[in-house]
């Protein structure tokens, strides 16, 4: 009973070094997504993945990339870390648009707090 | 613009002290709306489901309700275990936005014993 697993919980980056987080789910969810929360500004997305092969930027993207390699992984990437990437991210999954008839909520992972020194 | 705007952004309680928080959203056309839980140090954890206006969804001290412009999530008689932050998102139908949740910045629910 996963549900949606994030690696790692917690990682301390020095600037200009790179990292990657692993968000899987065990749902047969087509749909992923990367979101980061910070205090005042809510869940903003990042990129998402709305099936296997499949990528697509969302609202903050720069300084990230993710690759949807598998249907189950979806990772987002860190090339160059910097101090405003500082928050905690979130991984989320749902069913795809065609399923929206059945219970359509996005499960969420229980994040990765990073911090960039 | 697809967005959502909730209302407060904090809230404090007595316990057993009735409430209701609120979540306005302007979107093109509304696939369906979400209330989720949100505990310090956790992910989102779903609540409910709306889909169209005059929908509720009831759990234990919970009621969701859903207009054409705006859900509210209702606190009977709440208990400190209710103390979160609950996020209410919604899925646009039309737009640029269909293959996205939408999100609000939250409210912040304080219940004291």
């Known amino acids: 009973n996963a549900g949606v697993t994030q690696t790692p919980k917690f990682r301390v980056l020095k600037t200009g070094q790179s990292m990657t987080l692993l968000c899987a789910q065990d749902m047969n969810h087509e749909y992923m997504y990367w979101y980061r929360q910070d205090p005042g500004m809510g869940l903003r997305l990042i990129h998402y993945?709305?099936?296997?092969?499949?990528?697509a930027k969302g609202e903050v993207p720069d300084g990230y990339n993710v690759s949807r390699l598998k249907k189950q992984n979806f990772l987002l990437g860190l090339e160059s870390a910097a101090p405003s990437q500082t928050s905690v991210y979130f991984c989320?999954?749902?069913?795809?648009?065609?399923?929206?008839?059945?219970?359509?909520?996005?499960?969420f992972g229980q994040g990765t707090r990073l911090t960039v020194v | 613009e697809d967005q959502v705007t909730q209302s407060p952004e904090a809230l404090r309680l007595q316990e057993g002290e009735s409430s209701s928080l609120n979540c306005s959203y302007t979107?093109?056309?509304?696939?369906?709306l979400f209330w989720y839980r949100q505990d310090p140090g956790k992910g989102p954890e779903f609540l409910f489901t709306l889909y169209s206006a005059g929908e509720e969804k009831e759990k234990e001290r919970l009621k969701a309700t859903l207009t054409k412009k705006e859900s509210f999530l209702h606190i009977t008689a709440p208990k400190p275990e209710d103390s979160a932050t609950y996020l209410c998102a919604v899925h646009p139908s039309r737009g640029h936005n269909t293959d996205k949740l939408i999100f609000g910045t939250g409210t912040r629910l304080q219940v004291f014993p």
């Open positions: 979107v093109s056309g509304l696939r369906g």
């Open positions: 989320a999954s749902s069913y795809s648009r065609q399923e929206w008839n059945m219970n359509t909520e996005a499960f």
């Open positions: 993945s709305v099936g296997e092969g499949t990528t």
